[in-house]
């Protein structure tokens, strides 16, 4: 991150803390429901109806801009499914955005003019070929190693993200070992009781007693410099799920989601929250409509980082510029 980017990150999150300014600095964007696998704990892939057009979707980008945005995550489903994604990142970046690119992998090969757009690539590593197949079908391992190659040759930093489950918990070496060989990170994610779309049960929840002693390991491994991309403050926060644990959210405030069809919200685990139409009333006023979070716990990985750097938490701090 470059000095002035960081110094309105650090006068943002003051201002947020001191009179509650609301200065959307990370963007989740989903692009688009769409999806080329069925992976066993989402159950959230759509058909692409009601999705915003080009159009729209570059309005918001420049309104992000205009209110003092840093960064996006575009995501989905898929979001290299989306036959206009280029357009959306190079106004992106012409907006002075910076984009991280989630992607399953598997059509990066095909995108990769558009994957060179994005500053940061993020691609979904859930284990060994075994495991990782079994959750998201035959060749989906072979799919991610080829990705990450392709991101490494462009020097794009890279970061695998994996959703811990009651499959993959032993496996956990095999994604660091990934990590190292890629030169890249490698982030956690707690699976939930039920899949991202809030609706369905999740098949693959570890049980809590597995889940723990897997992120024990994890922050031992973080000591001994593992490329573990979470910080070991982050980690003792997951630790405690699936019990409720408050931290304190600065959601509202600091960071937002656009669904595809242009609807805002806090984040994408918020499934109670509000959902307010963006593309009508427009970013800005929509931002402001947002209501404070009433979560009991956050286990959202990413966001959890966030709200302990905004608490300005000195482990977070350095994770999180190590990690830009």
């Given amino acids: ?140 391992h072979d799919a991610v190693l080829r990705a990450a190659e392709l991101v490494r040759r462009e020097k794009l930093p890279l970061t695998f993200y994996t959703v811990l489950s009651r499959d993959n918990l032993d496996h956990l070496p095999h994604v660091l070992e990934t990590a190292r060989r890629f030169g890249a990170r490698a982030f956690f994610q707690p699976g939930t009781a039920l899949g991202l779309d809030g609706c369905s049960p999740n098949p693959t929840a570890p049980d809590t007693a597995s889940y723990r002693a897997a992120i024990d390991r994890l922050i031992e491994w973080k000591k001994q410099d593992e490329p573990v991309g979470n910080s070991a403050a982050g980690l003792r926060y997951l ?28 984040c994408g685990r918020d499934d109670l929250g509000a959902r307010i139409d963006a593309v009508a009333l427009g970013l800005r006023e929509a931002i402001h409509r947002l209501p404070a979070p009433t979560c009991d716990a956050c286990w959202s990985a990413a966001r959890v980082e966030f709200h302990l750097l905004a608490q300005m938490r000195p482990a977070a701090i350095w994770n999180y510029f190590r990690n830009q």
């Fill in 1 to 140: 991150m470059n000095p002035a980017n960081a110094f309105h990150l650090a006068r943002a999150l003051l201002a947020a803390r001191l009179n509650g300014r609301r200065t959307p600095l990370v963007a989740s964007l989903l692009v688009t429901n769409r999806c080329n696998l069925d992976c066993a704990y989402c159950g959230r892939a759509g058909d692409g109806q009601g999705e915003l057009t080009t159009g729209q979707w570059a309005r918001l980008i420049d309104e992000l801009a205009d209110l003092g945005g840093l960064r996006l995550s575009v995501t989905g489903g898929e979001p290299l499914m989306r036959p206009d994604l280029g357009e959306l990142l190079t106004r992106a970046r012409a907006r002075g955005l910076s984009i991280n690119l989630n992607t399953n992998g598997h059509l990066v090969e095909h995108k990769i003019d558009v994957v060179r757009l994005a500053h940061r690539v993020t691609i979904s590593l859930d284990g060994p070929p075994a495991v990782h197949d079994a959750v998201r079908g035959a060749g989906s």
């Fill in 239 to 266: 630790r405690h799920w699936p019990d409720p644990a408050p931290i304190a959210c600065l959601g509202h405030l600091l960071f937002c989601r656009l669904e595809a069809d242009g609807c805002l919200r806090i």
